[in-house]
């Protein structure tokens, strides 16, 4: 069981940044791929970037990449999402996930994240 609490997001302008962070408790954080979500209004849910486990290897939607950075801090068993330039298409509902099992490396897919966060709301005004 893990459990995951978001919190960072806001309102901010176009061109500025957020910082985004997800605490996770209840099991040992070192050993699972983490990845952020986001779903956009009356869009589903895309995959924004991943981290691994071992040796914090990165993987980015093409969108992001350059401007999104995901890193982890696992003394502190958080994971983060720096946003930098933003625009308003950013502007979503944001989710970090955990791959318990980490069978495949790197994915993008839902199906291989198994714990979710309740989400946090980033706006990014024009």
């Known amino acids: 069981q893990v459990e995951l609490v978001e919190s960072g997001g806001g309102l901010v302008q176009a061109g500025g940044s957020l910082r985004l962070s997800c605490a996770a408790s209840?099991?040992?954080?070192?050993?699972?791929?983490m990845g952020w979500f986001r779903q956009a209004p009356g869009k589903e849910r895309d995959f924004v970037a991943a981290?691994?486990?071992?040796?914090?290897?990165?993987y980015y939607q093409d969108s992001v990449k350059g401007r999104f950075t995901i890193s982890r801090d696992n003394a502190k068993s958080t994971l983060y999402l720096q946003m930098n330039s933003l625009k308003p298409e950013d502007t979503a509902v944001y989710y970090c996930?955990?791959?318990?099992?980490?069978?495949?490396?790197?994915?993008?897919?839902?199906?291989?994240?198994?714990?979710w966060g309740q989400g946090t709301q980033v706006t990014v005004s024009s």
């Open positions: 996930a955990a791959d318990t099992y980490g069978r495949n490396w790197p994915t993008r897919a839902e199906s291989e994240y198994d714990y």
């Open positions: 981290i691994s486990s071992r040796y914090g290897n990165t």
């Open positions: 209840g099991r040992t954080f070192s050993s699972i791929n």
